[in-house]
């Protein structure tokens, strides 16, 4: 089940999509962390963001929107508490980092560079913030100068999130490699709106969200199979993942390691099942190596 | 505080009054653990499109059968399904309840005698502190809102419970009780025990947010201890997601795990 995503080994495909799971204590009653291939941890940026207004989550068909801003307490907290934490109980950590500057993705990652972490990913694709984020997400020379300046702060794998909200993610992608870049994941939450037509209201405070959940699983096999095609960095694939065949289904479609997220709350053991998905999936398949998978699609 | 996700049984649901049930669940862990003011977590079945749980405080439980109870109001598609599910059908077998979640009631230890303050299906949740406060001596009265008779799904509970000079009804629609919002209720019984010297000391409220803003008001203006629940859209329950945020004196704070009760002086209205 070992998999290696861009120099990062990981004991099985398995992590968890970042701002759906913290830093896995809150789930610590339903899953072991250190089963996981990797736990991903909510977005952390220099001095921390307060977030949006609620109403900040509004259900939709087999999905949801979320609006939360990134509301992180800053590096420091995330040094002190949940690092320490997650080393104690044996994890692979993938830190996820957001910053409204190239220089501020920088310096989240100096900050950490003596901490317990095993992986960074970088946030330029958050729906939910007026600078940084998405902004950034959709410019390929912003994402390129993003990258390369994380470039110079670490030697650990880099992994890019990119945002689907654009005409070409291959595009993207390729800026990402070019800048550095050991792997990409994707994809983050699809720009959305719920509207309440009695009160005429937006069901979010902030009126536009990210829509995630196995509704947006089709747009996410799809963009990780163009990229698995268009671009050589290995990919973390992500969107509507709730069984292990959802999670067999990005790997045929190029991914290498894929990300739970949404899933969790509606089973907050979620992980633990789409890693067990996976092993009964390679067995009756008669699959020695799951990394036989990868982009075995037959198209 | 250790949580879980049981697999309960739905064993009754019945109408309790307009577009209100209470869902009785075989569910021990949780009867056994839950504490007054918590909720669990549900996952509803045969509602696979619709992704999120619903949260649900605890009405009461019951030790022996192994049960909790659910007062519910028929709202949007999840308590519509719910109220459509027979504990007889197949599906009966498939809820999921994560609990017991959050920060309960937790009146002051020196707590001589409380007011509690119920408005619609908030009168749930303090039907187990009611309890608990009368386990331990503590004399409790109780303010109860609807907007009709029929409404008042908890008082026949509240009434076997502490009798009927305690339990103090208002109705929307003047069917019954005093006519109107039941905060003037609230302010006359704190006023009235203060006038008899034998003033509240505590009071928690559930309810509609403007109705606990304006008791946490007057019971700080009478320097009463007052505790209040938070209602957010939930998504994880757990304390994960961030999506159930109040905003409080001391910073954002989870509704799910540091509240749903919390410091009604410390909630920013
Ligand atoms: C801690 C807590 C305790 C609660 N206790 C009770 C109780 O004892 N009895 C009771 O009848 N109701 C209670 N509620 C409200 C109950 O959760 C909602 O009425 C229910 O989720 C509505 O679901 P729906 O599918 O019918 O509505 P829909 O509008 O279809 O739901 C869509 C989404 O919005 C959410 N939502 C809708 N209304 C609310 C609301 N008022 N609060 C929070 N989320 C909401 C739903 O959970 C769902 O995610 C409680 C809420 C919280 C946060
Ligand atoms: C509540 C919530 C919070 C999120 N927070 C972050 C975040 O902090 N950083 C990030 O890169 N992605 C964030 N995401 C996006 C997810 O990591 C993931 O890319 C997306 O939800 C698609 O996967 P899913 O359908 O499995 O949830 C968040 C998603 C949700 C639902
Ligand atoms: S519902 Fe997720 S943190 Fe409260």
Redesign the interface.
Known sequence: MAVNLGGLPMKNPVTTAS????AGM??A??VNVSALGAVTT?GVSLHGW??NA??????T????L?S?GL?NPGVEHLKTVELPWLRDQGATVIVNVSGHSAQEYASVIEALEDGPVDAYEINVSCPNVDAGGMTIGTDPSSVEAVVSRCRQATKRPLIVKLTPNVTSVVDIARAAEAAGADAISLINTLLGMAVDAKTRRPKLARVVGGLS??AVKPVALRMVWECYRGVSLPILGMGGIATGEDAVEFMLCGATAVAVG?A??????STARVIEGIERYCREQGVDDVNELRGALKA | M????ERARLVANAGAGPNLFVATFEAPRLAQSVQPGQFAHM?IPGME?????RPFSVYGRNLASQTVDILYQVVGAGTRHLSGISPRSDLAEGF?L?GPVGRGWSPPAATSRALLVGGGVGAAPLFMLAESLKGQGVPATVVLGAQTHAALACEAAYLDLLGEDDVRCATDDGSYGRPGFCTSLATEALDQAAAEGRPFDYVAVCGPEPLMRIVAQEARERGVACEVSME??????????????VETALG?KRSC?DGPVFDGSEVLW
């Open positions: 701002g759906t799971f913290a809150e789930y009653d339903f909510k307060a977030g609620s109403p900040r989550i509004a259900e068909p087999s999905g949801m979320n939360i509301q959940g196995p949404t969790n709350f509606s089973d907050p053991a | 250790t949580l879980f996700d996952q499109s619709h992704i999120l749980r999921g994560i957010r859209r939930m998504a994880c329950g757990v304390g994960a997601c961030l999506s159930c945020v954002k795990v």
